[in-house]
């Protein structure tokens, strides 16, 4: 599928030298009382970066008072050093501040979360009135992402994702059946606001959220015509900093608002920890309100625990990072607890012996390494293996790909995603009744799969 990352990271060669380095993962670091935490914070942080394992800022606030602040690497280019106030891709980071837009909008009463979306897009009528923007806020809307529809690519416009909803509703999952992401979703969103505050959406989050709290380097980046809402914001980590204060004060919208924002979603069909714009979980009797982005090779986070009001703030642009376990480490610092290492990329140890010694060689030192280190690679993500069969895809190496693909699907046999990708590499390789069998497979996991229905469609 198209809208799984290609890209491990940039300097996958020089990032794998350093992981020679073998370490203890899983033994907590103690503390040193004899040290700050934001030495130890420090010492953490340059240990990752030594290990390819962060490239980047960072910044770390406790009450809205600076604990940390630092950048490690160089920039884009690798000409560069990273600064922390160098503005990084936000990506999908940005979905916090469309929905903050369709908050304020809510309060002023020119919208309501109920209302259909069919009221802002007639030619979505025949759609219904079930799906509302309460949906689209939550990811439950059915609507499937970018990927799915068969519209991920870079000059995607506006009326293509109009044109793809009309074309493919009828495979639709039930509005508030299940939490499932989607882009789309908020790239709906953003033409709402644009059409009811009757500006572009760049220019309303300026007016209204960015210049009112002083976040002078963050702007949307997007053109006009193209999708906005998903993503796209630009920022730095100080101003994120503002973002998170203006949260507790009632700055943009009233607390009332905000504590639904940051309640989970009601589904039919499993559980959702998504409220509108952020991830929701209970961590140490607090609620911790988060979100990733990826772009290319940027990475975003933002983590923030309500009630201690400690704010974690990463923006990186060299690929992966373990972003989740970097902030629950600090965390566990500024507790003055032990904490955990994260672990080393799996994908990033394999990928020269691949291209030294071919993938074969490549699968057998992942095999060797699951038995011998598996407490200093990471085993349990099978995104690692699934972006390294696609960066193999994308070198031609289809056949290759072909033999990474089949191993994540050993590794994680109840993932519909990685049958998907599977399907996909068979179909490239030439194996149509191969691609047949995984996408079928695909779809028996996951029903509601729709890029896997329709590739099934193509090749049947």
């Not at 604990?67 to 980071?93: C, E, H, I, M």
């Not at 837009?101 to 259909?116: C, F, T």
């Amino acid at each position: 599928m198209t809208r799984k990352v290609f890209v491990i990271i940039a300097a996958v060669a020089l990032a794998s030298m350093a992981l020679v380095i073998v370490m203890e993962r899983s033994r907590p670091v103690h503390w040193n009382a004899a040290d700050t935490q934001s030495e130890t914070i420090h010492a953490m942080l340059t240990t990752l970066n030594e290990n390819g394992q962060f490239n980047g800022s960072i910044l770390v606030a406790q009450n809205g008072v600076v604990t940390y602040r630092d950048a490690f690497g160089t920039g884009d280019g690798s000409w560069f050093k990273n600064q922390p106030d160098t503005p990084s891709d936000l990506a999908s980071v940005s979905k916090q501040f469309t929905a903050m837009a369709v908050m304020m909008l809510a309060e002023r009463g020119k919208i309501h979360y109920d209302d259909s979306i069919a009221n802002y897009f007639p030619s979505l009528k025949d759609l219904g009135p079930r799906i509302t923007i309460r949906h689209l806020l939550t990811h439950t809307s059915g609507i499937p992402d970018v990927g799915d529809l068969g519209i991920d690519h870079p000059d995607l416009k506006e009326s293509e994702v109009i044109s793809a909803i009309l074309k493919q509703h009828t495979d639709f999952a039930e509005p508030g059946e299940k939490y499932r992401y989607s882009n789309t979703g908020y790239s709906l969103l953003g033409m709402i606001i644009e059409r009811v505050s009757e500006m572009p959406l760049d220019d309303f989050l300026a007016r209204n959220i960015f210049e009112p709290l002083g976040m002078k380097n963050t702007r949307l980046a997007c053109r006009p015509g193209y999708p906005k809402g998903s993503g796209g914001i630009v920022s730095t980590v100080d101003d994120l900093l503002k973002w998170d204060q203006s949260l507790y004060i009632e700055r943009l919208v009233k607390q009332t608002t905000l504590n639904e924002a940051f309640t989970p979603a009601h589904v039919r069909q499993g559980i959702s920890t998504y409220g509108f714009g952020w991830n929701i979980a209970e961590k140490d009797g607090d609620r911790f309100v988060w979100h990733t982005g990826n772009a290319v090779q940027y990475r975003a986070f933002i983590g923030r625990r309500l009630r201690e009001r400690i704010l974690v703030v990463i923006l990186t642009d060299r690929g992966p990072s373990r972003r989740l376990e970097i902030c629950d480490a600090i965390v566990n610092i500024l507790h003055n607890k032990p904490y955990v290492m994260p672990k080393l990329s799996i994908a990033m140890r394999i990928v020269p012996t691949i291209k030294s010694r071919g993938v074969d060689a490549g699968i057998e030192e992942y095999e060797r390494l699951k038995v011998t280190q598996p407490e200093t690679f990471d085993f349990s993500d099978e995104s690692e293996l699934n972006s390294l069969g696609y960066q193999l895809l994308s070198e031609g190496q289809v056949h290759a790909a072909v033999q990474l693909f089949e191993l994540n699907t050993r590794e994680f046999p109840a993932s519909w995603n990685g049958y998907d990708s599977l399907g996909e590499a068979y179909s490239k390789a030439g194996k149509k009744d191969r691609a047949i069998e995984a996408y079928t497979k695909a779809i028996e996991l996951d029903p509601n799969n729709l890029n896997s229905r329709k590739m099934l469609r193509r090749l049947e």
